[in-house]
């Protein structure tokens, strides 16, 4: 039995964005795309729960090990909600599933991107966690995407998680035979 959850757009004026977002960027980019609105943000939201359910393999640094390790990186998600964000759980999925059904597109969408690092060699080690916040600003034909690094190291760069992000949403959108986005510009600092 699926629950519909009872919300309103009166209820949660912030679903999807922030207060503030961080003037200091350390990425911009712009996607453009030739599909409805509608479907871009709904395959949006498939594709990052497509990124957060399955860990990317990668190559790591630790600081108690020479070059680089087989490693994997695990994204925990979150949707701007006002002053913070919401995990971006499947609840959370459905929620804003329904406010895109019952208002139409977001103007824009701010994202939290935790990102966790796992070496699986038996010995424990301590890796620092990347945070990002990412803002998706929508025009027709186009997505401009800022970048923020909040805080770690930068094992994935800021242009390297541009590049994930475009191609788990070009996969998305593979599988439903729409038009992939293409990248007109990236600059990273």
């Known amino acids: ?105 977001f103007a824009t969408l701010d994202l939290a991107f935790h990102l966790h690092y796992m070496i699986d060699d038996g010995r424990r080690h301590r890796v620092h966690e990347d945070h990002y916040i990412v803002r998706l600003a929508f025009q027709p034909g186009r997505v401009e995407v800022l970048v923020h690094h909040l805080k770690g190291v930068k094992r994935i760069q800021p242009d390297e998680l541009v590049h994930l992000v475009l191609r788990e949403l070009n996969v998305e959108l593979g599988k439903n035979r729409y038009p992939l986005l293409e990248l007109e510009s990236l600059n990273s600092t």
């Open 1 to 105: 039995m699926k629950c519909k959850l009872s919300w309103n757009l009166e209820n949660d004026p912030w679903l999807g964005a922030l207060h503030q977002f961080p003037t200091v960027l350390n990425a911009r980019a712009s996607f453009l795309y030739d599909i409805n609105l509608d479907s871009l943000q709904k395959a949006i939201m498939s594709a990052l729960g497509s990124l957060q359910r399955t860990p990317k393999t990668s190559e790591i640094t630790i600081a108690d090990l020479a070059g680089y390790s087989e490693g994997q990186v695990v994204f925990k998600l979150g949707i701007g909600n006002g002053d913070g964000f919401d995990s971006l759980d499947l609840k959370e999925e459905e929620r804003v599933l329904q406010r895109l059904e019952n208002h139409g597109p």
